[in-house]
């Protein structure tokens, strides 16, 4: 972990989406590994630390940070709370146990889902600023910041730990880091069949309701039927290969018979 130096300076003096990541005086270095993990999850790759516990490279926090070990971790730097306030536009991550519009420090703020959209405008470099796992960020430190974030909860226990609230947080940003073809999820327009193999079934389905002479009048209305139920199960090439398959068995029983 390097000092704080000019070079930071420079870094902060550009504008940058995503957010850089601050934590401030975690007390557990477990926490600030399950956070470098969260990063390396969601796209994130720059951690600030204010007045961090010691994290050895044999410790917990290395334990806990995945593959986050190998690059976020280990080039995390710390800074002082005041460099943050005087180079980021800060988001102080926070429960609102509450406060309501006469209790400004605390007030307005903006949910974790509701972020993506204003600091996808901010002309500056930004900065989510998660707190003690004990206390959070202290009302001085929140007078502070220029926006709070808080994830709704329970009214009766809305504190999260500090890893889960930075995990829940940076998840739903995550629209600032990666695009749709950078997750490991299957593209749905990519992988769905093509419509004429669709037709196919539809076709095979209107040959098999006609072996077992279902009622003609409602032909039309069970068409439309399936159709709505195939419509909204995005069909993959193989899963609509193996339906004509059974769709064609099943037409053949009655004539065999």
């Known amino acids: 972990m390097t000092a704080e130096t000019s070079d930071i300076d420079g870094l902060a003096d550009r504008s940058r989406t995503p957010p850089t990541v601050a934590v401030v005086d975690a007390q557990s270095p477990g926490n600030v590994g399950t ?7 969601f796209g994130f790759d720059e951690l600030l630390l204010v007045d961090p516990p010691a994290l ?12 986050a070990r190998e690059d976020i971790l280990p080039n ?10 005087e180079n980021y536009h800060t988001i102080g991550c926070t429960a609102v146990t509450n406060e309501d519009d006469h209790s400004h420090v605390r007030f307005p703020y903006s949910t974790p889902s509701e972020l993506p959209d204003r600091l996808a405008t901010v002309e500056a470099p930004t900065a989510l600023v998660f707190g003690r ?9 929140l007078a502070q910041i220029d926006e709070i ?17 930075a995990t829940i947080t940076l998840y739903e940003l995550r629209s600032l880091t990666l695009t749709d073809e950078e997750t490991q999820l299957p593209d749905l327009e990519r992988v769905r069949a093509p419509e004429p193999t669709i037709d196919r079934v539809y076709d095979q389905w209107a040959e098999l ?28 090439t193989g899963e609509a290969i193996a339906l004509l398959g059974l769709l064609r068995r099943a037409t053949e029983r009655p004539a065999e018979q």
């Open 35 to 41: 956070i470098a993990r969260a990063m390396k999850n």
């Open 56 to 67: 050895d490279p044999d410790g917990e926090a290395y334990g806990f940070a995945g593959h």
């Open 76 to 85: 995390a730097t710390e800074v002082s709370f005041d460099h943050l306030v």
């Open 133 to 141: 796992e004990r206390v959070g960020l202290t009302n001085d430190e």
């Open 149 to 165: 974030c808080s994830i709704p909860a329970a009214a009766d226990y809305p504190v999260l730990n500090l890893g889960q609230a």
């Open 209 to 236: 309701l006609e072996e077992l002479n279902h009622p003609v009048e409602k032909r039309e209305k069970t068409m439309r039927m399936l159709r709505r139920v195939y419509g909204r199960a995005d069909l993959t």
